[in-house]
C-alpha cells in the first residue's frame, strides 16, 4: 500500500489536534487492535533528529483499534518551540506481529505565532 499524502500546518504556541480515520475502500473502519504508531517530524527528511517524535501509547498517539481512529496530538508547550517554516513527516503503523505500513506522509507548514 503506498502511503496517502497530507499536507497540514500548526500553529506555533497552540495545541495541534489531528484525528485520522483508517478505512478501506467502501469506508468501513479498519480494526487497529494491536496496532502502535509512530510519527516523527523533521526539518528535512535527511535530518538526524526529529522535532518532534510521537508515539503510542501515550507520547501523543492514542489509538482506537475497533474504530480504526488514530489521535495525534502536539502540546502547546511543544508547538512554540518550533521555528517557523516548513518540514517533512511520516505516520507508520506496526501491526502485532511487526509488520510496519506508512498511512500518511506529507508537508507541515509552521505558522509563527505573532501574540506572545
Known sequence: MTAGIFHFTIEQGTDFVLPIAYTDADGA???LTGCA???????AQDDAA???SLSSPGNGIVINGPAGTLLVTIDS???ATLASG?????LKLTDG???P???IEGNVT????VTR
Open 29 to 31: 473502519p479498519i480494526d
Open 110 to 113: 509552521i505558522s509563527p505565532a
Open 86 to 90: 516548513t518540514a517533512v513527516y511520516d
Open 77 to 79: 508547550s511543544v508547538t
Open 37 to 43: 504508531a509512530a510519527l516523527m517530524i523533521r526539518r
Open 50 to 52: 526529529p522535532l518532534v
Open 101 to 103: 505500513t506508512r498511512l
Open 97 to 99: 506481529l511487526g509488520n
